[in-house]
């Protein structure tokens, strides 16, 4: 090979390692930054989606206790609106829970009903007699009933063998009338067990 030849190569060779240097390593290192650059957002991308993933399932299960709660709270309520249909479902439900907690109803005293915003509140007043053993399985009883009998009163002694007591329990109702008023007796008389020697 002739010098100039030589020469001719070498010139070419400084040629290619001044492209390589000045256009093609550029544009490998651009290409590797922007390729980590695309990993990281990729990365970011992933971390998001699983916090929506993550945020969506527990906005899911809060939905779902909200649900829950919405629907164990219509159960603590009574059906319908009429101050007398309620009253009776209330003293009926009073009487199958004594009646289940071997609690001897004596008397029930006529019901009072006032209206509080929307909402139809009854108040129930019963006598009673029980054994000692059945006082705390009633009052369980009270707090678990569905409708929700709320205590507002009660009062419990002890005669002779048997222990005597008097309880008011507080019903609601939902209504549409939102009106606000003094407490109203409900029609008619108290009613009593025969043999107790109270006037029905």
């Known amino acids: 090979m002739k010098r100039s030849e030589k020469n001719l190569l070498m010139l070419f060779g400084a040629l290619f390692l001044l492209v390589l240097l000045v256009r093609v390593l550029p544009m490998a290192v651009n290409y590797y930054r922007s390729g980590r650059e695309e990993i990281a957002l990729l990365k970011e991308r992933e971390a998001r989606y699983r916090s929506l993933i993550v945020d969506t399932a527990q906005w899911q299960q809060r939905e779902q206790l909200k649900s829950a709660e919405v629907t164990d709270m219509q159960t603590w309520i009574f059906p319908g609106s009429d101050p007398n249909l309620v009253s009776s479902s209330i003293q009926r439900s009073l009487r199958q ?14 019901a009072r009903y006032s ?15 029980l054994n000692q ?24 002694a002890r005669n002779r063998k048997q222990f005597t007591g008097s309880l008011t329990v507080v019903g609601f109702a939902r209504t549409a009338k939102g009106e606000a008023g003094a407490k109203v007796a409900l029609p008619g008389a108290s009613t009593s067990v025969p043999g107790t020697g109270r006037q029905r």
């Open 133 to 156: 053993p059945a006082i705390l399985p009633f009052l369980r009883a009270l707090d678990a009933s569905r409708p929700r009998l709320q205590i507002s009163a009660i009062s419990i």
């Open 115 to 129: 209206y509080v915003g929307k909402w139809l509140m009854v108040e129930q007043d019963m006598s009673f007699a």
């Open 97 to 110: 829970l004594m009646a289940e907690s071997g609690v001897e109803l004596r008397e029930a005293g006529v």
